[in-house]
């Protein structure tokens, strides 16, 4: 049997010449890059236009945001001004602060009329201009109503969107009285004319997205509330069945901020839409449009790349033609070790190449040789790759580091450094964790330094060890900068900013919230390598250890505290610390000076 049928080498057929075979490899070798590059450029583009039009989605969406914001705060702003003349000081009888009312309420450009209700709920009176006919109002307010504006702490309550007598779209609002003491001393309560607002969303959507129809704002039962045709907003019109918010997932009832793009279908037509949450009034702000619209420019880019390609893959057949008459038969082994070189398998040229003596044969042996070192090299590659995975999940990067390129240092001892430390802890961990499962606590505490660690190693600390609910982290060891106090303290900022972003978490899925203590002070320690032959860790120990941990249980919730030659060592570098006097340190004689972060 010949030698590569023994092997398993495929063998071509004789009457193919080999111009043609080298030829095939040419393409083979040319097209995949080729292609790779055409959906690279595709994917970069698609991905580029679909934030472009993230972008533009959300810059819409916040500008009807301010605007719905603005029109509400003008319109609790007009019925403040009212209240001031129904209740101020020095503006005659009731008839009289009627009468100035009412000329208040006709200078208005949104709102007809105001009723005053008393504390109870009961109508009082109805202001308006003379020309505004008679409004039809309820006569008392309902209990739940008169509960919310008691609780809303003087700010405008909004009911829902209804027909007027004329068959307009209108927003009832009600807006709250309120004594010094709190208590509710009247409510003011009117209709809102929406056509003005109507108008904006169809001007956005015609001006941005080609379309009118492209711009609305629905409320938590998924009616309209504002769009460009007002008579669908008076008719209430449900749009629960709209493939944009049967495409999306989240909060349904619109109560807390939520921002998502999805694709959907709209009677047939493939749609790209956006929504975002108002959810101080339960309302979401929704944009669409035709994805045919949106990805016009991306046909285009692939018509180019088309052309492109196909420009490329006649150059490389024409080269391919050309170079494969100009090769000999050793080609087809070097071709097949290529290719097993590219599926890593790293097997030599064979003795065909090998013995020969020109520059095919000097190109074999290279060829053998380069394997060889790959080969190695490869797996040098991976025996260091799996051991810093296994050791990441213990220690921190630059420790890792140390262990890796420098194996030698595994050994008992230490050096003394300047080192600066920084404890966090959870205060009122052991009534927590009293009152919650222990699952809950260790999903928490796993969570909580999870961003802990990331956030310190980004400023170039390293996590010393996880004690119960505390974290100790050490800066200038095993790796020294000179600005190692400052990343600490900037460290310890971080982790107090984002500790308000886990407390919405964990408020949100178990109704828990924490709040961290920390300590920072800087001195001299002893880093190295403490325990025994067979069983070490990396850590650093000295008094500055014990300082730090004594000026963290020092520190009330929330708050900061550095010592003052942690201070000394930031100098003027733009964090501001305060003064907070001199505390005497358990097992110290001498006072220290504490310097606190402000928030």
Same mark, same amino acid.
């Given at each position: *049997?010949?030698?590569a049928?023994? *092997?398993?080498?495929p063998? #071509? ?5 080999l ?6 490899l040419?393409?083979?070798?040319a097209?995949?890059?080729?292609v ?12 580029t236009?679909?934030?472009s039009?993230l ?9 009807v ?7 509400l705060?003008r ?8 209240s ?6 020095g503006l005659?009888d ?7 009312a ?11 009329f105001v ?18 006919p008679e409004?039809?109002v309820p006569?008392r307010?309902?209990p ?5 504006l008691?609780v ?5 309550v909004v009911?829902?969107v ?5 068959g ?8 709250p009285?309120v004594?010094?003491?709190g ?6 309560g ?7 607002l ?15 129809? #492209? ?13 460009a045709?007002p ?6 019109e449900?749009l629960s ?6 495409a ?5 009832s ?5 921002a998502?793009?999805s694709?959907?279908q709209?009677d ?7 929504l975002e949450v ?14 045919s ?7 285009? *880019? ?12 006649l150059?490389?057949l024409?080269a391919?033609l ?6 000999t ?5 070097l071709?097949?070790?290529t290719?097993a070189?590219?599926?890593?398998t ?7 190449v ?15 040789s380069m394997?060889?070192t ?5 797996r ?22 140390l262990v890796?390129? #420098? ?10 450094r300047e ?10 961990f ?19 330094f999870?961003f ?11 996590? !010393? ?11 200038g060891?095993p790796?020294?900068?000179p600005d ?17 972003v886990?407390n ?9 919230e924490?709040q ?6 800087t001195?001299?320690a002893?880093?190295?390598n403490?325990?025994s ?6 850590t650093?120990?000295g !008094?500055?250890?014990?300082?730090a941990?004594?000026?963290?249980? *020092? ?5 900061i505290?550095?010592?003052?030659s942690t201070?000394?060592?930031?100098? !003027?570098?733009?964090?501001e610390?305060?003064p907070?006097?001199?505390r005497?340190l ?13 928030l």
């Amino acid at each position: *049997m010949p030698p590569a049928q023994e *092997m398993g080498t495929p063998v #071509n057929p004789r009457g193919l010449p080999l111009s043609i075979r080298l030829f095939l490899l040419t393409l083979l070798c040319a097209l995949p890059p080729l292609v790779g590059l055409s959906w690279r450029a595709r994917s970069t583009n698609e991905k580029t236009l679909k934030e472009s039009v993230l972008h533009l989605h959300r810059s819409i969406v916040w500008d009807v945001q301010r605007t719905v914001r603005g029109e509400l705060t003008r319109v609790e702003q007009d019925l403040e001004d009212i209240s001031k003349i129904l209740f101020g000081p020095g503006l005659g009888d009731d008839t009289t602060r009627y009468a100035l009312a009412g000329s208040r309420v006709a200078a208005l450009r949104d709102i007809d009329f105001v009723t005053l209700y008393a504390p109870s709920g009961q109508s009082v009176t109805t202001v308006k201009a003379e020309e505004v006919p008679e409004p039809r109002v309820p006569s008392r307010l309902d209990p739940a109503l008169l509960e919310a504006l008691r609780v809303s702490n003087g700010r405008l309550v909004v009911q829902g969107v209804y027909a007027n007598a004329q068959g307009e779209p209108v927003l009832e609002a009600f807006f709250p009285i309120v004594r010094d003491d709190g208590s509710v001393r009247a409510v003011l309560g009117t209709q809102v004319k929406l056509h003005e607002l109507c108008t904006l969303m169809g001007n956005f959507g015609e001006q941005f997205l080609g379309s009118r129809e #492209n711009v609305f704002v629905v409320d938590r039962e998924r009616r309209l509330v504002l769009h460009a045709d007002p008579a669908r907003v008076a008719a209430r019109e449900d749009l629960s069945r709209h493939g944009l918010f049967s495409a999306l997932s989240g909060d349904s009832s619109f109560g807390t901020d939520m921002a998502a793009i999805s694709d959907f279908q709209m009677d047939g037509v493939e749609m790209l839409g956006s929504l975002e949450v108002l959810s101080e009034r339960g309302w979401a702000v929704a944009v669409q449009q035709p994805q045919s619209v949106v990805y016009a420019s991306l046909l285009s *880019m692939r018509r180019s790349i088309l052309e492109a390609f196909a420009i490329a893959a006649l150059v490389a057949l024409v080269a391919g033609l050309l170079g494969a008459r100009q090769l000999t038969r050793p080609i087809r082994d070097l071709v097949a070790a290529t290719r097993a070189l590219s599926e890593r398998t790293f097997r030599g040229v064979g003795e065909r190449v090998t013995r020969r003596r020109d520059e095919l044969g000097t190109l074999g042996r290279a060829f053998d040789s380069m394997a060889l070192t790959l080969d190695a090299k490869e797996r040098e590659v991976v025996a260091q790759t799996q051991v810093r995975a296994a050791l990441s999940r213990y220690l921190s990067p630059d420790v890792v580091d140390l262990v890796v390129s #420098n194996p030698d240092q595994l050994r008992l001892g230490g050096e003394r450094r300047e080192v600066t430390i920084l404890f966090a802890d959870v205060v009122g961990f052991t009534k927590l964790s009293e009152a919650q499962p222990p699952e809950t606590i260790v999903a928490l505490l796993n969570e909580l330094f999870t961003f802990a660690t990331e956030i310190i190693q980004r400023r170039g600390g390293i996590i !010393d060890k996880f004690i119960g609910d505390c974290v100790m982290a050490v800066w200038g060891s095993p790796q020294s900068h000179p600005d190692d106090a400052l990343r600490a303290v900037q460290a310890a900022e971080d982790l107090r900013r984002w500790l308000d972003v886990g407390n919405r978490r964990w408020r949100a899925r178990w109704g828990i919230e924490i709040q961290l203590a920390i300590g920072i002070h800087t001195g001299p320690a002893v880093a190295g390598n403490v325990g025994s032959e067979k069983r070490m860790e990396y850590t650093v120990i000295g !008094d500055t250890v014990n300082v730090a941990a004594r000026i963290e249980s *020092m520190a009330q919730p929330g708050q900061i505290l550095v010592s003052e030659s942690t201070r000394e060592r930031i100098g !003027d570098s733009g964090v501001e610390l305060v003064p907070a006097g001199e505390r005497q340190l358990h097992g110290r004689t001498a006072a220290t000076r504490i310097f606190e972060v402000p928030l």
